[in-house]
């Protein structure tokens, strides 16, 4: 089956500590991307990746770094520097063209840091 | 990208048609609109896009109006599972922005038996 996939669904870390979430993609599509989601609120760039070995902010990537070595897949370090870190991640996924808003959605991680 | 407002829920009962409308009166020529829903807890699933025609796909109908600053997401029959939180999204194609969408806080369908 193609699809994206995201684990652990669920990740407790304690505060001060890096964690790094997982993306990968098996549908070749070119463009990755994370969003954050607080409860009852809609989901928030956090970076966005159109091509290997290149990325770009989105609108909240303070306290967040990422890497983009593979096609494949798209990893999210959430870092001590990331004030409040409690959240539910999500990750997509879309094919290049340029005219294509349609995304692809894993199932979500969900970050409680203690 | 231009700004979207939708009501913050709907109610439908099941089998009846779900109409989710959305106001975007700042949209330029160049932008769409897309749709998306999340259901509780998983990651959000793409409906249906459209520029200025109308669009019908295998999951819902989507009616821009003529002047394009409002649109309207139908669901023919609605089922318990189209309960979710649906995005109206205004979104500009361009090398730069690429495919970045930009959620708002959205309408949550609920459906009735």
């Known amino acids: 089956d193609g699809g994206i996939t995201q684990s652990p669904k669920y990740l407790f870390r304690k505060e001060g500590q890096n964690v790094t979430l997982s993306c990968e993609q098996n549908l070749n599509h070119d463009a990755m991307y994370w969003y954050r989601q607080d409860p009852g609120q809609g989901l928030r760039l956090i970076y966005y990746?159109?091509?290997?070995?290149?990325?770009q902010k989105g609108d909240i990537a303070e306290g967040y770094s990422v890497s983009r070595e593979k096609k494949e897949s798209f990893p999210l370090t959430v870092t001590s520097a990331q004030k409040n870190p409690t959240a539910f991640y999500l990750c997509a996924s879309s094919t290049r063209p340029i005219s294509s808003g349609q995304q692809f959605f894993g199932p979500g991680t969900r970050l409680t840091v203690l | 990208d231009a700004k979207t407002t939708q009501p913050p829920s709907m109610d439908c009962a099941e089998g009846r048609a779900a109409n989710l409308p959305c106001n975007h009166s700042t949209i330029s020529g160049n932008e769409y609109v897309y749709w998306y829903r999340q259901i509780h807890s998983q990651g959000p699933q793409y409906i249906i896009h459209g520029l200025k025609n109308n669009e019908t796909n295998e999951m819902a109908s989507l009616i821009i109006t003529e002047d394009r600053k409002s649109s309207t997401l139908i669901l023919p029959h609605a089922t318990l599972r189209d309960t979710a939180v649906y995005y109206c999204?205004?979104?500009?194609?361009?090398?730069?922005?690429?495919?970045?969408?930009?959620f708002g806080e959205g309408t949550q369908l609920t459906v009735n038996p």
């Open positions: 999204i205004v979104r500009v194609a361009d090398k730069t922005s690429g495919s970045r969408l930009t």
């Open positions: 990746s159109q091509i290997v070995n290149d990325f």
